[in-house]
């Protein structure tokens, strides 16, 4: 999930390029500070993703690490082999 939202904060999708283009065209920004405006909360997120963020979905998985469908939290053999199915 993190890396997916990493993704399209450094891509932009759609949204980064509309507000780069409201800033600068219709606020009349200059080109520096739009560009800013709207590159620095991704570069924030990614650093808050590199120091914390991927330590909770790790908790989480480490919590349970097999799906619920595996039975027991320790697997054996066959459930190593099978992946659960």
Do not use: H
């Amino acid at each position: 999930m993190g890396s997916a939202l990493l993704v399209m904060g450094i891509a932009g999708g759609a949204l980064i390029p509309l507000l780069y283009g409201t800033l600068k065209d219709k606020l009349q920004l200059p080109q520096w500070l739009s560009f800013i405006l709207c590159t620095l909360p991704c570069y924030i997120y990614i650093y808050y993703y590199s120091v914390r963020g991927y330590q909770k979905a790790a908790r989480r998985q480490a919590v349970n690490p097999l799906p619920s469908s595996c039975g027991s939290s320790i697997p054996n053999e066959n459930q190593l082999l099978s992946v659960c199915s």
